[in-house]
């Protein structure tokens, strides 16, 4: 069964670096999506992307963040400069339909530590 | 504003003795209801859809059953390769998912 790829599975950075996190979603999929969980809370959603674009963003997703699709597979999130309350397990998911409704397919997800 | 509450947060059973968890939400525009499982340190593994009131899905121990203000998931006969984070989802507008905070199952031998 196809799957969604990211990478690294864990990232350890200092806190006011950069740090990019990797996702191939599924190939046939359309909607691509980042979410978070901090250790022991609830998986929260931070953008969803659709045709080149930002199709919806959480209060978390602030200047600090980006999403781009920089070919045909890839899929990625930026934090320009993170903070220690960035640390958290990043998921990426994708669905192949539009309609809404469609289950998400997650990524393994990139554990993310930021000292 | 769109809320998903799970309970219990967690549950601990004996190998074989079946229970149910339960998922109550509030959104609006239901666009469907999921099930899914999570396993430490990995993404969220896809269990089960159900879009309306009335409907039922199965899947080996596993049921999933939804109302119009919540969701079940029963477990009949676990077993210990059961045990995981049950979370049950709702989604809304442009599929956002709103993710409960997750039942922890622990099923012992």
């Known amino acids: 069964e196809p799957e969604v790829t990211q990478t690294p599975s864990h990232q350890v950075t200092q806190m006011g670096q950069e740090v990019i996190l990797r996702c191939v979603p599924i190939?046939?999929?359309?909607?691509f999506y980042w979410y978070r969980q901090i250790l022991g809370q609830k998986v929260e959603f931070l953008v969803s992307?659709?045709?080149?674009?930002?199709?919806?963003k959480s209060e978390i997703f602030d200047d600090q963040f980006s999403v781009e699709r920089p070919d045909g597979s890839n899929f990625t999130l930026k934090i320009r400069s993170t903070k220690l309350e960035d640390s958290a397990m990043y998921f990426c998911?994708?669905?192949?339909?539009?309609?809404?409704?469609?289950?998400?397919?997650f990524g393994s997800g990139t554990q993310l530590s930021v000292l | 504003e769109d809320q998903v509450t799970q309970s219990p947060e967690a549950l601990r059973l004996q190998e074989g003795e079946s229970s149910s968890l339960n998922c109550s939400y509030t959104?609006?525009?239901?666009?469907?209801l999921f099930w899914y499982r999570q396993d430490p340190g990995k993404g969220p593994e896809f269990l089960f859809t159900?879009?309306?009131a009335g409907e039922e899905k199965e899947k080996e121990r596993l049921k999933a059953t939804l109302t119009k203000k919540e969701s079940f998931l029963h477990i009949t006969a676990p077993k210990p390769e059961d045990s995981a984070t049950y979370l049950c989802?709702?989604?809304?507008?442009?599929?956002?998912?709103?993710f409960g905070s997750g039942t922890k199952l622990n099923v012992k031998p």
């Open positions: 190939s046939n999929h359309l909607y």
């Open positions: 998911a994708s669905t192949p339909l539009t309609g809404g409704g469609e289950k998400l397919f």
């Open positions: 992307f659709y045709n080149n674009e930002i199709s919806e």
């Open positions: 959104v609006s525009g239901l666009r469907g």
């Open positions: 159900l879009y309306s």
């Open positions: 989802a709702v989604a809304g507008n442009f599929n956002k998912f709103y």
